[in-house]
């Protein structure tokens, strides 16, 4: 069998087309019988292929499925495929994958709004439905593996005995652990994230990826990202980034105690619910 032959053009900008064709359908997202299955609930003559051999790719699967429904159904079912817990085979959507696509979903509405930026990264279009979440860790380190023995691990332990809980990959990832995902829900599910500012933290694209998510959470206004300064100095920050630059920080020159310190007063000051 074939999937029947579209009923409407996909009118996805090529950019956007692009990022979901990675972002679903790439490294990570469905795989194709997910996606027939998926889309298959919304209409009922989208037909399984055999899968015994020449089936289309998933992008094409996905690009062929969406172009069945009309402008506005085609955005509902991104959004409902960005933020649902359907993926099985592959990992879902990153944080940041998936804000960039919420994004530019959220300002297709015929509604203008106040903020163009999402309210939340995981829950933009149900927020208004569901309550609070309370976050399963206060914060998620986001750190170099360079500066693990230095500041991230004895960071972690100190707080650890603060009471505190604590999101760090040497206590979360056990073998056999998808990384991207397990971090994705770190990420997700923690009130604050300590941003581990370093030389090798600048040079990395795994901690910055970390940070964009962290930021992203922030468009409400709710201050998520706790950043510490380990062995740079105000002017190396600022070549980095003007933002981070300015922000209020602490530094590790002023002893792990400190930093300990710092770090326990904002989560006695702040709300319990996750951004």
Not at 51 to 77: E, T, Y
């Amino acid at each position: 069998m074939s999937l029947a032959k579209p009923q409407q053009n996909l009118v996805l900008p090529f950019a956007i087309q692009k990022r979901l064709d990675a972002t679903l359908a790439g490294e990570t997202g469905l795989s194709g019988p997910e996606m027939l299955q998926y889309f298959a609930r919304h209409d009922e003559n989208i037909e399984q292929y055999p899968w015994s051999g020449g089936a289309p790719s998933r992008k094409q699967i996905l690009q062929d499925c969406l172009a069945r429904f009309p402008k506005a159904k085609q955005l509902a079912l991104l959004q409902d495929m960005l933020t649902s817990d359907i993926y099985q085979k592959y990992s879902p959507p990153s944080v940041e994958d998936k804000t960039y696509l919420l994004e530019w979903i959220a300002s297709q509405s015929g509604h203008p709004v106040a903020n163009p930026r999402p309210r939340s990264v995981d829950l933009v279009f149900k927020e208004q439905l569901v309550p609070a979440r309370q976050p399963q860790w206060d914060v998620f380190i986001s750190h170099a593996h360079e500066d693990k023995a230095s500041i991230a691990e004895p960071l972690s332990v100190a707080l650890v005995q603060q009471g505190v809980r604590v999101w760090y990959d040497n206590f979360e990832l056990t073998l056999g652990d998808s990384l991207r995902k397990s971090i994705d829900r770190g990420l997700a599910n923690s009130r604050f994230g300590i941003v581990i500012l370093s030389h090798s933290f600048f040079s990395k694209h795994w901690p910055q990826m970390e940070l964009d998510g962290l930021v992203a959470r922030e468009s409400n206004g709710v201050k998520v990202v706790l950043p510490i300064w380990h062995r740079v100095s105000a002017a190396q920050v600022q070549q980095y980034s003007p933002l981070l630059a300015g922000r209020l920080a602490v530094s590790t020159d002023q002893g792990l105690e400190h930093v300990v310190q710092e770090v326990v007063r904002v989560l006695q000051t702040s709300p319990h619910t996750a951004g």
